[in-house]
């Protein structure tokens, strides 16, 4: 059963990085916004967290290396509070309200 969830788990991932690929390679087509570039290092981090965890439930819990990889997935729990409170401020500007409000 764990051998299951841990491919399904790396399916999930696999599969966000494929999109993440995708909607980088649409971006790339076009001149980006601060808030569709933040929008894409969400999506980024996202993947890198998840990444992370998988690599952390993945070390015994006596291993010193797990603290290592506590390290890594702390300190991305952090830059993805980061963007996403960047992205916040970014969306709630007159702006970006204006367009929301139109669409």
């Given at each position: 059963?764990?051998i299951g969830?841990a491919?399904q788990?790396r399916?999930t ?8 690929v ?7 087509r ?9 929008a894409l290092?969400?999506?980024r981090?996202t993947?890198?967290l ?7 439930d993945?070390?015994?819990k006596?291993?010193?290396i797990?603290?290592?990889?506590e ?7 952090t830059?993805?509070?980061?963007i996403r409170?960047l992205l916040v ?7 970006h309200a204006a367009?929301?409000?139109?669409t």
């Amino acid at each position: 059963a764990a051998i299951g969830d841990a491919d399904q788990k790396r399916a999930t991932v696999e599969q966000m990085a494929k999109r993440l690929v995708t909607k980088r390679l649409e971006a790339e087509r076009e001149t980006r916004s601060l808030h569709q570039s933040l929008a894409l290092d969400a999506d980024r981090i996202t993947v890198i967290l998840a990444t992370a965890q998988l690599i952390h439930d993945s070390i015994r819990k006596d291993d010193p290396i797990r603290l290592d990889a506590e390290r890594i997935l702390g300190t991305a729990k952090t830059a993805a509070q980061s963007i996403r409170g960047l992205l916040v401020r970014e969306l709630a500007k007159p702006q970006h309200a204006a367009r929301s409000i139109r669409t």
